[in-house]
């Protein structure tokens, strides 16, 4: 990637233009012509550093249930249940890690009773049994790659989490009634900030963005609306949060970070909230969340770490312990990515 490259990447990762000639827009910003840019971005394309460009949702407002799963699967099964949760469409990611629980996956649903539902399908399908770990409390969600520096910016918000796992903020009723110690406040569902007449524009802005130079267009004709109401509408949603980002998602492989760990830590519950923020505030952390424990997971607390190699993971797990003072932790490597996707919200109405 030349420096212009780089530069597009920092600008688009959070801040593509909503607006009908969004390239010629990111031209001006960066003193090159909007020809220039859409052939960089198709260049980016092809070398596989961008993933997609268009909407991050917030599934919580759109009225989805979503939570991070984990099993014991034996050699002989993983095969099995890699493909049976391959072709569940609210399963967006599936990993395979170094753990006696070795596979996760998140798991999104159009309700609480639907995600048990399809639980329940996974366990009798595979004769193995998940478990469902909700967040309790999100202390950072979201992290952007500085392409010009080669470092990680950290952007915190309760909201995009679509790099790595893409799950929302959601509470088990046994949370909700402080079986964890957590303000039952931290569970409520968002205001809804859409209307039911946004549903097809929800749907294609879900997806990458047309490769014309005037992608709101070609959604406007996509959907047969106006382009001014296209930009209008999308620019509600994202000014309301339901889109948390438009921007580019981006391949962190493909951008020179090889290696990332979920470190997973355990904390006394008293000691969770001022851990979890000065976790939060590593760069290389991306997501920091509490989670519930298992009767053999102790581990409520979860970061996923991003470094060039894992002598550098192990050296960010090393550098959080001694300023939290959090000591008993494990670090679970991906082994293998099964699956990964976006959600398509509302893809059962078309």
């Not at 991050?56 to 099964?77: I, N, Q, W």
């Not at 493909?83 to 170094?98: A, D, M, S």
């Not at 998940?130 to 409390?137: C, D, E, M, N, R």
Request: aromatic share 8%; charged share 30%; with cysteine.
């Amino acid at each position: 990637m030349d420096k212009i490259e780089r530069k597009l990447l920092n600008l688009i990762q959070g801040t593509f233009p909503i607006h009908p000639e969004p390239y010629r827009i990111l031209g001006e910003s960066i003193g090159v012509s909007e020809e220039e840019v859409l052939a960089k971005v198709q260049h980016l394309y092809a070398l596989g550093v961008i993933r997609r460009l268009g909407g991050v949702f917030d599934s919580r407002r759109l009225g989805y249930f979503s939570t991070l799963c984990t099993a014991k699967v034996a050699e002989d099964k993983i095969s099995l249940v890699a493909g049976l949760l391959t072709k569940i469409p609210g399963v967006t990611h599936n990993y395979l890690r170094n753990h006696a629980y070795n596979i996760w996956f998140t798991l999104i649903a159009r309700s609480r009773e639907q995600a048990e539902n399809t639980l329940k399908g996974i366990r009798e399908a595979a004769g193995i049994e998940v478990f469902s770990l909700p967040a309790i409390k999100v202390f950072k969600i979201r992290v952007d790659f500085d392409m010009s520096q080669e470092k990680w910016l950290e952007k915190e918000t309760e909201g995009d989490i679509e790099e790595d796992i893409e799950e929302d903020v959601n509470i088990e009723e046994k949370v909700q009634a402080g079986r964890f110690g957590v303000n039952p406040q931290l569970g409520r569902t968002p205001e809804r900030g859409w209307q039911d007449e946004d549903r097809p524009l929800i749907r294609v802005l879900q997806k990458d963005l047309p490769h014309e130079r005037a992608p709101f267009a070609a959604l406007a004709r996509q959907i047969d609306w106006p382009e001014e109401r296209v930009i209008a509408r999308t620019e509600a949603l994202v000014n309301s949060a339901v889109i948390r980002r438009f921007g580019a998602v981006l391949r962190h492989q493909k951008a020179g970070f090889l290696a990332n760990a979920m470190g997973v830590w355990q904390v006394e519950e008293g000691k969770v909230l001022q851990a979890g923020e000065k976790m939060a505030c590593f760069r290389e952390v991306s997501h920091c969340y509490q989670r519930p424990t298992l009767p053999d997971w102790p581990y409520n607390l979860f970061t996923m770490i991003h470094g060039r190699t894992s002598e550098d993971c192990q050296k960010i797990m090393e550098k959080i312990a001694g300023e939290t003072g959090v000591t008993r932790y494990a670090m679970l490597f991906s082994q293998a990515e099964l699956k990964k996707s976006s959600m398509e919200y509302f893809a059962e109405e078309e």
